[in-house]
T-cell receptor, first 112, second 113 residues
Framework: EAQVTQNPRYLITVTGKKLTVTCSQN?????MSWYRQDPGLGLRQIYY???????DKGDVPEGYKVSRKEKRNFPLILESPSPNQTSLYFC???????????FGPGTRLTVL | DAKTTQPPSMDCAEGRAANLPCNHS???????VYWYRQIHSQGPQYIIH???NNETNEMASLIITEDRKSSTLILPHATLRDTAVYYC??????????????FGQGTRLTINP
């Protein structure tokens, strides 16, 4: 089944404790992206990648890192999480020459 | 990308057609209309998109007015599982671009039994 998976789905952590949210897709998509969703602010793009080893900042990249060592994986790294990064995070992917994005199920992160 | 306006909420009876409007009066000639939906806290799901012709797929139909300033998403036989927030997005076709989707506030559609 074609899908985007994220892990973990839920995470509660404390300020400053490094964490990684994994994202994987099995559709051979070149483009992958991370969004965060907050009440009243909608979905905002954090980082995106157009292919292996090619990443770029979205609208709200501060406090986040990403890497794209393999085509299928696009982990989101929070080196020193802070409470303002408490949010619902979505990973998405698509083929470069299409507009249809496939979203993962989401990761609900709480930083205390 | 052109701005879209959607009603904040709508109700529809189960089994009836749900018609969700979207205004995009500043749309330009090369901009497509996309619809996504998000069922509570799940990832957004692509529904349909179109440029100027009406489109239909297994999920929905998209009716775009002749002047392209508005469109309507039609769910022909709404079920309780169609309860979700529906987003109308207008943007230039991506074609090798890095363009991102910009989600507005959408329409919260509630299907009532």
């Amino acid at each position: 089944e074609a899908q985007v998976t994220q892990n973990p789905r839920y995470l509660i952590t404390v300020t400053g404790k490094k964490l990684t949210v994994t994202c994987s897709q099995n559709m051979n998509h070149e483009y992958m992206s991370w969004y965060r969703q907050d009440p009243g602010l909608g979905l905002r793009q954090i980082y995106y990648s157009m292919n292996v080893e090619v990443t770029d900042k979205g609208d709200v990249p501060e406090g986040y890192k990403v890497s794209r060592k393999e085509k299928r994986n696009f982990p989101l790294i929070l080196e020193s999480p802070s409470p303002n990064q408490t949010s619902l995070y979505f990973c998405a992917s698509r083929l470069l020459d299409t507009d249809t994005q496939y979203f993962g199920p989401g990761t609900r992160l709480t930083v205390l | 990308d052109a701005k879209t306006t959607q009603p904040p909420s709508m109700d529809c009876a189960e089994g009836r057609a749900a018609n969700l409007p979207c205004n995009h009066s500043t749309i330009s000639g090369n901009e497509y209309v996309y619809w996504y939906r998000q069922i509570h806290s799940q990832g957004p799901q692509y529904i349909i998109h179109g440029l100027k012709n009406n489109e239909t797929n297994e999920m929905a139909s998209l009716i775009i007015t002749e002047d392209r300033k508005s469109s309507t998403l039609i769910l022909p036989h709404a079920t309780l599982r169609d309860t979700a927030v529906y987003y109308c997005i207008v943007r230039v076709g991506v074609r090798w671009g890095a363009q991102k989707l910009v989600f507005g506030q959408g329409t919260r559609l509630t299907i009532n039994p």
